[in-house]
């Protein structure tokens, strides 16, 4: 691979795009390398901020629509238990609802 400039047609997909730039950074010197080590890492963590976050808010949307179907069952006169089966929420978090 050494005296290869780009990647051959035949040579296509997934696995073989990784393995061309592994190849390209091994070509790197030191510095270079670990420059690239280090932007990667902070590209990873960033995108891993992100996806947490990401979790964090589709976890609350799904907390709050609970808790609206549970006032919903409420003001239909649905006893506590039924909408603590209902919705996954406490007797004590449905009661603090009322």
């Known amino acids: 691979m050494p005296e290869m400039d780009c990647q051959p047609d035949n040579l296509q997909g997934e696995i073989f795009d990784l393995l061309f730039n592994s190849a390209e950074i091994n070509k790197f010197a030191p510095r270079e390398r670990a420059e690239y ?3 990667m890492t902070t590209l990873r963590d960033i995108t891993n ?3 947490t976050a990401e979790q964090k808010g589709e976890e609350k949307g799904r907390a709050e629509e609970r808790k609206t179907i549970a006032k919903n069952l409420l003001a239909m006169n649905y006893p506590i238990e039924s909408i603590a089966q209902i919705t996954g929420l406490t007797p004590e978090e449905i009661t ?3």
């Open 96 to 98: 603090a609802l009322q």
């Open 49 to 51: 901020k992100f996806a």
């Open 37 to 39: 080590i280090k932007d």
